[in-house]
């Protein structure tokens, strides 16, 4: 993933610590420390603290003995399921890997954490010890697609955090992408698009309306274009770089996607495995084959990042392997070094003026409309 200015990135001789849940995932602490051997192979100045079972983790630890100067265990003697509760979580998750994860994020010991469990749970622990960000409304998860455009990826948030958004809310997700945008994936001036069931302007509820105008009055302040109203079939095309919506239509979204991968995948196996011809067809496409499949392999882009915290978190996704395991904690080390935190923070609250600033040009439009703070990233 390309990073952001190198001018805020850290220092050449710096070390980034990531922290680390190895428990919670759908294949287990062993999928997490092999993802973290091959994370740490590709970044010589990563660091991590592992956190899980002491017992489980370190015979799985002593099969990569180049991690031993690099990670440090720490033990926890609880896990949170998948099938626990959120608000039981925040009341009685003390002690387990995925509390003592967030909190060394917290304590100041590390720049992110990277969590393969259950989502909820780890939203709710995040906002309990990290807290939202002053001015932030809802905190929204962001996710990154593919494109037709060989190594662009858009973003697209919210990606389940809160089912609801106003158009406050919409216009802080607007900012946050677009922060994520520029200092993540390098993209200058990013294009953002508000995801309604159709681009004419009187199609869609009026809450995405009266978002609509808050983005057109707010491009200035949020240093993006906006090319409004977009439908479910740009969130893979080029014509955006940050795809806007509420948490239920991003989820459902995410899940469509996921879902139709795998379904070509499939499909494609078995056509190409159907007769000898196909078979023989496929070994002289063997070369364009392995391009594709790392173009739409969902584990090269895991990682949903918790956007409007007062700390970097990454969700990998419950059944990732190794490879997506990998690309999370690569995604977290990116973020951290680059110090996305501290320039995602004055986004927010350039976007709460941005949009004060809007609601009274839209009052009173003879003095047009507010530009609110600018702030340099």
Known sequence: MATGPESASATASERVVISVDAMGGDRGPAAVVAGLADSIAQHPRLDVILHGDEATLRPLLARHPEL???????H?????????????????GQGTSMWSTIDAVKDGEAAAAVSCG????????????LRKLPGLNRPAIASLFPTPTPGKLNVMLDMGADVKADPTDLLQYAFMGASYARNGLAIARPRVGLLNVGTEEHKGRPELHDAHALLGRSTEAGSFDYVGFIEGTDILSDRVDVIVTDGFTGNVALKAIEGTARLVGDLLRQTLTSTLLAKLGA?????????????IDP???NGGVFLGLNGTVVKSHGSADATGIAAAIGLAYQLAQVRFLERLAARVASAEAAGQDARVGADRPETGPGTGGNPSE
């Open 299 to 301: 584990r090269r882009v």
């Open 283 to 295: 070994l002289l496409a063997r070369g364009a084959l392995k391009r594709l499949q790392m173009r």
């Open 118 to 129: 259950n989502t909820g749970a780890l939203m709710a622990v995040s906002m309990l010890r």
């Open 68 to 74: 031993a100067s690099r990670v440090t265990l720490r």
């Open 76 to 92: 926890a003697d609880r896990v949170v399921t998948m099938e626990d509760k959120p608000a039981q979580v925040m009341r009685h």
